[in-house]
Every structure is written in C-alpha cells, then in structure tokens.
C-alpha cells in the first residue's frame, strides 16, 4: 500500500492511555482529504490483543501504521515495541514512539527495537497539532507503506 491517499483506507493504530492525546491525534488525522482509519487501544496489553486479532479484536484490519506512547499501564511501549519486532507477521508495520519521554536511554532502546522514529509529544498544543500533521504529510501522503498483509 502507498502512502499516496488513493485506493483504500490507511489503517493507524493508536497506543494510548492519555484521552486528551488520543482527542488531538485523532482530529489531526481525521482532518483533510486523506482516507485514514484510526483505531485506539489504551495500554500495550490490549495494542498486542488487537495486532494478533485476540478476543474482541478477531476480525480487525492489520494497521498500515502504529503510533506508540511508551508509558502505559500493563505493559510499557518499549516491551510492546520488542513483541513487534520478534513477530514474523507484525514487524515491518511501521512505529512511531509518539511519547512524553526524553530520556537518552529510552529513544536509544526504542531505535535498538527498530522503531521507525522517535516523537516526543510537545506540551504545547499548537505544536502538537503542527507535529502530528507533520507525521501525518510524511507517513500518510510521502512514504511507502508495507503492504497489508490481512
């Protein structure tokens, strides 16, 4: 699938417990002319139910792009992130760490696990919202996304 917009929905898996966050993201995303799908799930337990389509998630659509915060309740981003990457059928779905973090040690082991970038969410709002369209312009419309394997 390109990133192009045309042909069908990008499908963007969102791994977060913060509500306000997921209210930014999911304006920023939804807005435009893009065909983008966002799904949500609060902690890394659940983000790992959903990619292996587990319980209540049998059926969902493999997400094209993963947007993962790292600090969640039940299980961190970065253990989320390591599952990802030992999973022949999940690890080349894209992930970006969309986090509060700035600590050296974390961006490195995020890198050391493969992510795809590493985002540290601003605390102001018009930054955020201009860092999500960012990711948004380059993820969903310039880069060339995996092809979904449903």
Do not use: W
């Not at 050296?104 to 493969?114: R, S, V």
């Amino acid at each position: 699938m390109s990133g192009s917009g045309a042909g069908p929905e990008v499908q963007v898996l969102l791994v977060e417990d913060n509500p306000d966050d997921v209210v930014l993201v999911r304006e920023t995303l939804l807005e435009g002319s893009l065909t983008c799908k966002l799904h949500v799930v609060p902690d890394g337990f659940e983000a790992m139910n959903y990619l292996r389509r587990d319980g209540a998630y049998a059926g969902v659509p493999r997400p094209d792009l993963l947007l993962l915060d790292l600090k969640m309740p039940k299980k961190g981003g970065l253990e989320v992130l390591a599952e990802i990457k030992a999973d022949e059928e999940l690890r080349r779905i894209p992930v970006i760490v969309l986090t509060t973090s700035e600590s050296p040690e974390e961006i490195l082991a995020a890198y050391d696990l493969h992510a795809s970038c590493y985002v540290t969410k601003p605390a102001d709002l018009a930054e955020f919202n201009r860092v999500m369209k960012t990711i948004k312009d380059f993820c969903l419309t310039i880069v060339k996304l995996p092809s979904r394997e449903d």
